[in-house]
């Protein structure tokens, strides 16, 4: 059945969706994605740690005086930022890891906003069942803001990354992000221009030959970036973008699939709702 609710309703699914879709990623980050984080900052810790170390006690009191008062005149002195991950931290890791679940919350809950915007107004230009039309959305949604830049400008854990560059590397982000979705459009509107052709292969290739042409040439025409030191372990950088990756897939899955079981609920024929009342 197509999707026909109105707007208000589909307003209402998509965050109620998208608060369960941000709790489930929240719980899959502190599980898989937390142990990478704090081994990632043990690594930062203990390369700060022989500089720390190496100046006399009086010199390195004097040298962290001297630096929170120049950077931070409201404040008073505190250790060195190679202490900014443990205790002395102005969050600590506690308040870090409930914050994390306060974060992916939110940030469910704005997805599954624009969520239903984007099924309100793709439902117009779409023939697909209400269900559908979510896993639908869904997967295109995590492959144009995921897939495509992280593919690109993949994710590093805390200990990686020059503080200095962060600014360029957040528009270039940015700028991927823009890149998967002016990619998946494309994609979608050649996939409507070929919906009447009679080769099934034709349908399904001509899409996806938009789809990689336009990533590949924006590949080409963004910059590359590569601040991971040698000395970094490759296992730990591995599992900490895997992880990355699977948190937000957890996040699109379970936005789509709640976004759809929703629909199919709200959709039920009468007749089953009262047999289901006179059940219970």
Not at 75 to 96: F, I, K, M, W, Y
Request: with cysteine; charged share 15%.
């Amino acid at each position: 059945m197509p999707l026909t609710d109105a707007f208000t309703k589909l307003l209402i699914r998509g965050l109620l969706a998208g608060l369960v879709a941000g709790l489930l990623a929240g719980a899959v980050a502190f599980v898989i994605g937390e142990p990478h984080i704090d081994a990632a900052i043990a690594i930062e810790e203990s390369a700060s740690a022989p500089a720390e170390h190496s100046a006399t006690p009086h010199e390195h009191d004097a040298a962290s005086a001297h630096t929170d008062a120049t950077e931070h005149p409201d404040q008073p002195a505190t250790e060195s930022s190679g202490h900014s991950h443990g205790d002395d931290a102005l969050v600590s890791r506690d308040g870090q890891r409930f914050g994390l679940f306060l974060a992916t919350t939110l940030a469910g809950l704005a997805l599954g906003a624009i969520f239903a915007v984007v099924a309100h107004y793709a439902r117009r230009v779409s023939n697909l069942s209400g269900p559908v039309l979510g896993l639908c959305l869904a997967g295109l949604g995590w492959l144009a803001i995921e897939a495509v830049p992280f593919f690109k400008y993949p994710a590093n854990p805390p200990a990686v990354g020059d503080p200095d560059t962060i600014d360029k590397r957040t528009w270039l982000w940015l700028a991927s992000v823009l890149l998967g979705l002016l990619a998946v459009g494309l994609a979608a509107y050649a996939a409507r221009i070929v919906s009447a052709h009679q080769f099934l292969t034709v349908r399904i290739a001509v899409p996806l030959l938009v789809f990689l042409v336009v990533v590949a040439i924006g590949y080409v025409a963004l910059p590359g970036i590569n601040e991971v030191g040698s000395d970094f372990p490759a296992t730990l950088l591995w599992e900490f973008r895997v992880s990355s990756l699977a948190i937000q897939a957890t996040l699109w899955l379970a936005l789509g699939l709640g976004f759809a079981f929703l629909t199919e609920r709200a959709n039920r024929p009468s007749g089953q709702r009262n047999s289901l009342a006179d059940a219970r």
